[in-house]
Structure formats: structure tokens, C-alpha cells
């Protein structure tokens, strides 16, 4: 983790130039490392950090990986995907998602403390014009806290991204 940290610098996301594409074998040994370091005294901001070089640096098939993983139902890994490693990605789109994993993410928008403006949520990134307009915008009429603070958030959000 030390030596990762140093080449991974103080940002976040970090910025590693000529790193080109990356080959890092199975997620499934990365994620369990990410999860163990996560609650660690510096893990949250190493795993945040670490998040964004698997989007920038690794070829489709295993960015797909990841989305598959959090695609099934029983996954240990999905809060860990959702904060800090599916955020990152720009081409994901919420047609990538299995309706379970759909109902996770807003589930998600639930939770107090879960949306803020300086970080990317992953709906926020993900969710489509159709999505907003069929799945989100709905959702506003009847939103409780924290709810209704949180879908603010990630229509801003999700408005910027699609320029709006």
C-alpha cells in the first residue's frame, strides 16, 4: 500500500501519465485487497484513489469485469464498486446495470450522507436521459429526506454531465 500510495501521489483522482494499459489479472484478488485495506487508518483515500487508474487503465473487457461483479445480487463488493471504482469510467451508462443492480443504486439514494457535491456519485455518472427521465424525475413528487436532498444532487449532477 505504501509503495501504490507514493506512485499514486496526493490526488484524487490521481493523475499517472504514460501508464498506458494495465493488466492486473483477477478483480476478484483486488477487491478483496481493497475492501481489507478500505477500513484501515489511510484506506479510504488509498481505495478512492485506486479507483480511478482501474477506469483509465485497464482495456474494456476487464473495466466490464467489474461492472458484472457488481451486477450480481449477492456481491460483497458492491458498495466498494459503487464509491470508488465505478464512479470513474465515463462510458458506463445505467443499460449496463442488471435491474438489481438498478434497484441497489437506488436504494442508494436512501441513505443519508451518500450524495455529496464534490464527489461523483455513480447514478450521477451512469444514468442515461431515458433513466433520468423515466426512473429519477418520478421519483421527486414523493421524496423524503434524505432522499430528496441526495436526488437533487445527483439530477445536478447527472444534468451537468449530459450538459443540461
Known amino acids: 500500500m505504501e509503495l501504490a500510495s507514493t506512485l499514486l501521489g496526493g490526488s484524487c483522482p490521481p493523475d499517472v501519465p504514460n501508464l498506458g494499459n494495465q ?4 478483480i476478484d484478488w483486488w477487491l478483496e485487497w481493497m475492501l481489507e485495506v478500505v477500513s484501515t487508518e489511510k484506506g479510504y483515500w488509498f481505495v478512492n484513489q485506486l479507483g480511478s487508474p482501474f477506469a483509465e487503465h485497464l482495456n474494456g473487457e476487464m473495466q466490464d469485469e467489474f461492472v458484472t461483479e457488481f451486477n450480481k ?9 459503487l464509491y470508488m471504482v465505478l464512479p470513474y469510467p465515463s462510458d458506463i451508462t445505467t443499460e449496463a446495470f442488471s435491474e438489481d443492480a438498478i434497484s441497489f443504486l437506488l436504494a442508494d439514494l436512501s441513505r443519508e450522507g451518500r450524495i455529496s457535491p464534490f464527489e461523483r456519485h455513480l447514478l450521477s455518472q451512469a444514468a442515461t436521459e431515458q433513466f433520468v427521465t423515466e426512473r429519477l424525475l418520478p421519483r421527486l413528487p414523493d421524496a423524503k ?14 444534468g ?5
Open 23 to 26: 493488466e492486473i489479472g483477477q
Open 73 to 81: 445480487s449477492g456481491s460483497k463488493f458492491r458498495r466498494l464498486l
Open 160 to 164: 451537468s454531465h449530459h450538459g443540461r
Open 145 to 158: 429526506q434524505p432522499l430528496l436532498q441526495n436526488l437533487r444532487e445527483v439530477l445536478r449532477q447527472a
